[in-house]
């Protein structure tokens, strides 16, 4: 319920506007979010870089409606490719469908996307293509957003890949679609409000399907990415490579920047390869709901900001919810953690 909550309130623009005013929410971003400019994001990739860790950078924002918005996104994700080639850093590149105007029309959309591609094979110029992944979103855009990719590779695009959700009933006819097209993929457990007609409703059943994906992906895929912070999943993955002969180098594990970043560095010291996804941008309230959502506990670093920054005023709205939010994390940690 409280996921619901939280992920409804990641479409309202009016939290947005309350929250990204706010700067205890603010400094509770960064926790997740390198900061909000590019020179930021790229100061993440080099410290990560230097642990073992690479990155694929993401510049924050969605459901774009208007034509110069997606153009300016289209055009910082070319600055981020140059940025990339320019300091050598070993970065690829997250982009929202959305972003770049899905939800204008899809012509407009795939060609944005194609001057993206297009440059980042530019800089590949005799060294490797820029691999740009397409993030998957509700399932509102699913099959647009498996039509986008299919049309870029047909139009041969290399260097394109998508993601797929463990919690769609759907995903194991898209896995076969996208494996036919011999791109590469990311499997996530799916972050977003879906229907329980299109989407498991249980964590059990999403937990079981992701593993029989990981196995199909592991085997049949192009350097497939197993995202996830799931400690069951990624033994499971682990597992299954070995028993099936499977390189640690055929793959990569993905996880979110500043989550678990104990687990990112305890896989790459054991010589797997692990990638970090980093945001940045302005545009960091629905991402940042989508992190509660997943973890309501993280609410209690809220909480903790809004006391630090208020200590006096107990008896202010925002001692209020700050006391709410604190019941329902500890709550939360109660139901899930604490019993695990
Ligand atoms: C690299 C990457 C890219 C992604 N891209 C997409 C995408 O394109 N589309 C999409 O729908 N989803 C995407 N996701 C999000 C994904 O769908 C899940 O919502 C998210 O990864 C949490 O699920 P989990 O697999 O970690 O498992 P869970 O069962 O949710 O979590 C397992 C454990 O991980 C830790 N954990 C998980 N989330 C958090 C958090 N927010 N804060 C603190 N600890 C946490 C906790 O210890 C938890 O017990 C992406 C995730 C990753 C890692």
Redesign the pocket.
């Known amino acids: 319920m409280l996921r619901q909550a939280l992920l409804t309130l990641s479409r309202s623009d009016a939290m947005q506007r309350l929250v990204t005013g706010w700067p205890a929410a603010r400094r509770m971003a960064r926790r997740f979010v390198a900061g909000e400019t590019l020179e930021d994001a790229m100061a993440a990739c080099r410290a990560l870089n230097a642990q073992g860790l690479a990155v694929t950078l993401d510049y924050l924002g969605e459901a774009v409606t208007e034509r110069r918005e997606a153009e300016a996104a289209g055009a910082m994700a070319i600055r981020i490719l140059e940025a990339i080639r320019r300091e050598g850093v070993e970065a690829n590149l997250s982009l929202k469908p959305s972003q770049m105007g899905l939800d204008i029309d899809e012509r407009f959309c795939y060609d944005n996307v194609a001057r993206v591609l297009e440059r980042a094979r530019q800089l590949g110029d005799g060294q490797e293509e820029i691999f740009v992944c397409l ?3 509700s399932s509102a855009y699913t099959d647009r957003t498996l039509d986008l990719t299919e049309r870029l590779v047909h139009a041969g695009f290399r260097n394109v890949g998508t ?1 797929l ?1 463990a919690y769609l009933r759907r995903t194991p006819n898209d896995l076969e679609r996208m494996l036919r097209l011999g791109v590469r993929l ?1 499997l ?5 409000l879906e229907p329980s007609a299109i989407a498991y409703p249980d ?1 059990a059943d999403v937990d079981r399907a992701y593993v029989e994906l990981m196995r199909i992906l592991l085997e049949r895929g192009h350097y497939p990415a197993i ?4 400690e069951r999943i990624i033994e499971a993955t682990r597992r299954w490579a070995f028993e099936r002969g499977i390189a640690k180098t055929s793959f990569e594990f ?3 920047y500043g ?2 970043r104990d687990l990112q560095q305890r896989l790459r010291e054991e010589g797997y390869n692990v990638r970090v ?1 980093v945001p940045f941008g302005e545009q960091w309230y629905p991402y940042l709901m ?2 509660l959502a ?2 309501p506990a ?1 609410l209690v670093f809220v909480v903790g900001n809004v006391v630090r920054e208020r200590p006096l005023d107990w008896r202010g709205p925002a001692a209020f919810g700050a006391g709410v939010m604190t019941g329902i994390a500890a709550a939360w940690w109660w139901r899930t953690d604490h019993r695990r």
Not at 188 to 192: I, L
Not at 227 to 230: L, M, Q, W
């Open positions: 993030d998957m979103e993601v959700q990311r996530v457990k799916g972050a977003y964590k995202a996830t912070h799931d993905q996880m979110l989550i678990r996804y989508r992190r997943e973890r993280n």
